[in-house]
């Protein structure tokens, strides 16, 4: 028991003075003060370094805090943990003072506590916020402009802070404007703004202007007065004299236009007369306080009193604009009387014929009159006359149609004019009648048709005619009432297949013109002409077996299939030992000629299959027939009672053939012994 208490007592020795003498301390401090910022600056813990210290003899864990002045942001870490005697700066930290934040001096402090005793060291930083933000107007304060006149002066703005910034630009009073409305400089950027003013109408004198440039994000503004000056520089009176006048219609007055520049200035006018009112100058420069006369030549189109208004603009003020104003009067000084003979003419259709037409000045001035008529030709459609002149104009007139046509001449001079007529009377003096026949028909190329033309005189006196009619002319004479038949025949050489119209003109000496028209329709060529040739069981072609030695006639048909008469060439293409009956056939439309095609091989033929056509040729028409012929050695036996009906049926077709002519003949009879020989060896040897 005694030992158990010796060594409780002596452990607690042990601990009590270490107990006693343990300690806890924290040091802050500044290593790099930054003492000059701008607003907006972000100060980090690299700009501070601030260094925390543990005095203590145990590990600690120190606080950290900051206070910022008002409407400051900022973060600093919340601990740091440090073994005895160790140091640590502060790695994590910054602040910023706001964009709008007034230069002057501010103090933030930092405060570091320790966790284990509670002991704080603090330290202040005195931050000196800079004016970094500014910016400012220079260029021209004064200007001057005309009255009711734009204005444009230029102003140069300069960032003269330190950073990049936006501006907004703004003017005052609201007849100005600047442009840009905004900007974005660097810092000591200059751009220079466009100030334009457009003062009321009515404003004159010297006006105060202000120009200014506020920043979108900091206290940077800046304000310029300027004065403008505005003048009046274009003003004039303009007057028209006389203020009024009268004038006979047709004839001119003169008026003059004064000018009085009464402005600042030079000026030039522009002059704006009506359409009827000449000027002669239209535009003309005038000096300050100078004076111009312009003269004005007025024309009326009518008759009565107008105003006449002419507007005088200044070119360089064309707002200003002045109305000069006067009258004029048009009277009737003009008259004109106008009278033709003879009252009536009778004349034939188609000649020609002149009425005289007086034309008299019965006004008081010299008055030009424009003629004008609703049939004929004048000689002469202008004529100036003095009061009380007259002169006489020939019209000559070509009648037309038989009947009574009203002639009238009239005489104008503006809005005063007169008129008289005559009477032309036109008789059907000359005229004729035609017919031709048929009217219409239908043909093939190469066609001859006659045509019967009758013309008849059914005018009042002879006349000598001419009928063309394309490919030759006819003349002739007829007394009145004489008629004549005329027979002409022509060929029809249109091409095929087309509708063709052919005119008869008549003609005659006294202008009598008639025109006939007739319709030749031209078949297509394969219906005036086209042909068939085939054989006697109507095949187009055909297979026919023969031996050396024998005979065979093969009877054709050609038939004419168009409308029209042929005669049609024959020949055969084949070996030379194929020969038709006949050469050359004539077929009416639909007839059918019969012939023979001899076929007729001799000893020696080469056995194999030839190929016979025969053609018939018109020009027109082409038609064709193929005989397929094969030549054997010999017949065979059970075709031997066949082959012989075949020749016995074709000695009665060869021998009626053989009428038509010698030559024919004579090939029968050879190919009828070439026959005779080759059955007697078939019988004999078999």
Same mark, same amino acid.
């Given at each position: ?22 300690? #806890? ?45 008002? /409407?400051?942001?900022? =973060? $600093?870490? %919340? ?53 970094? &933000? !500014? ?57 220079? $703004? ?10 004159? +004198? ?22 403008? !000056? ?43 007369? @009506? ?11 005038? %000096? ?53 003979? @003879? ?6 259709? /188609? ?24 049939? +004929? ?39 005063? *004019? ?41 005018? !009042?006196?002879?006349?000598? #005619?001419?009928?063309?009619?394309? *490919? ?40 009598? &013109? ?34 050396? +030695? #024998? +005979?065979? @006639? ?13 005669? #049609? ?34 000893? /020696? ?41 075949? =020749?016995?049926? /074709? ?24 026959? $005779? ?10």
């Amino acid at each position: 028991m005694n030992l158990r208490y010796i060594l409780a007592v002596l452990v607690l020795l042990m601990v009590v003075p270490g107990q006693a003498s343990a300690y #806890y301390g924290v040091s802050l401090d500044i290593l790099y003060d930054v003492s000059q910022v701008c607003p907006c600056d972000i100060i980090s813990a690299d700009d501070i370094q601030l260094q925390v210290t543990n005095y203590g003899t145990k590990t600690d864990t120190v606080m950290l805090s900051m206070e910022l002045p008002d /409407g400051w942001s900022g =973060f $600093i870490m %919340p601990e740091v943990t440090l073994a005895s005697g160790e140091s640590s700066l502060v790695d994590s930290a910054w602040l910023t003072p706001p964009c709008s934040t007034e230069p002057g001096t501010y103090t933030v402090k930092f405060r570091a506590e320790s966790a284990m005793s509670g002991k704080v060291s603090e330290k202040d930083v005195t931050l000196d916020i800079m004016r970094c &933000h !500014d910016v400012g107007f220079s260029g021209e304060d004064y200007a001057a402009t005309c009255h009711a006149q734009p204005k444009t002066l230029s102003v140069d703005i300069t960032n003269r802070g330190k950073v990049r910034e936006t501006f907004r630009i703004s003017s005052y009073p609201e007849w100005t404007i600047a442009t840009p409305g905004e900007v974005t400089l660097e810092p000591w950027e200059t751009r220079t $703004i466009s100030l334009t003013a457009t003062p009321p109408a009515d404003m004159l +004198g010297r006006q105060e202007i202000t120009l200014a440039a506020e920043s979108d994000s900091s206290y940077a503004a800046a304000e310029k007065k300027l004065t403008l !000056d505005i003048e009046q520089c274009y003003l004039f009176l303009a007057k028209l004299a006389p203020q009024e006048d009268t004038v006979c219609f047709g004839n001119s007055a003169d008026y003059y236009l004064t000018i009085d520049n009464l402005g600042t200035k030079a000026d030039t006018y522009r002059i704006v007369t @009506p359409a009827w009112v000449s000027s002669e100058k239209s535009t003309l420069t005038i %000096p300050s306080k100078g004076r111009a006369v312009v003269k004005l030549t007025a024309t009326p189109v009518e008759r009565g009193s107008r105003d006449i208004s002419v507007y005088v603009t200044s070119v360089n003020n064309p707002t200003s604009i002045i109305t000069a104003t006067s009258s004029l009067s048009a009277v009737d000084c003009t008259a004109v009387a106008v009278s033709m003979s @003879p009252a009536e003419r009778t004349v034939c259709r /188609g000649e020609s014929t002149d009425f005289t037409v007086r034309v008299e000045n019965t006004g008081t001035v010299v008055t030009s009159y424009t003629l004008d008529s609703t049939m +004929g030709r004048l000689d002469r459609e202008k004529l100036v006359l003095s009061p009380g002149e007259s002169q006489n104009v020939v019209l000559s007139v070509k009648s037309g149609k038989e009947g009574m046509y009203p002639v009238t001449v009239d005489a104008t001079a503006g809005d005063v *004019s007169d008129r008289d007529s005559a009477t032309l009377v036109v008789r059907k003096c000359h005229d004729a009648v035609m017919d031709v026949k048929p009217e219409a028909g239908t043909y093939c190329t190469g066609d001859r048709q006659a045509f019967e033309v009758y013309v008849k005189n059914t005018g !009042d006196f002879e006349d000598s #005619y001419v009928l063309d009619y394309g *490919s030759g002319t006819r003349e002739f004479y007829l007394q009145p009432g004489d008629s004549i038949k005329l027979n002409i025949e022509m060929s029809v050489d249109y091409p095929w297949g087309t509708e063709n119209r052919m005119v008869f003109e008549l003609s005659s000496r006294k202008g009598v &013109h008639l025109e006939r028209t007739v319709t030749l329709n031209v078949s297509e060529k394969d219906v005036c002409h086209a042909a068939r040739l085939f054989t006697a069981d109507g095949a187009a072609e055909k297979r026919i077996d023969t031996v050396v +030695g #024998y +005979g065979l @006639p093969v009877e054709l048909v050609l038939r004419n299939m168009g409308t029209r008469p042929d005669t #049609y060439n024959l020949s055969v293409n084949g070996p030379e030992w194929v020969h038709l009956s006949t050469r050359s056939v004539d077929l009416s439309p639909l007839e059918e000629e019969r012939f023979y095609l001899y076929i007729s091989p001799p000893f /020696g033929a080469e056995y194999k299959d030839y190929e016979v056509t025969v053609l018939a040729d018109s020009g027109s028409s082409l038609a064709g027939v193929r005989i397929d012929t094969s030549v054997l050695e010999e017949i065979p036996e059970n075709e031997t009672e066949q082959s012989m009906g075949l =020749f016995s049926g /074709g000695f009665s077709g060869m021998f009626s053939a053989a009428a038509y002519n010698t030559e024919v003949v004579l090939v029968g009879m050879l190919a009828l012994f070439t026959i $005779i020989l080759v059955v007697l060896r078939f019988l004999v040897f078999r």
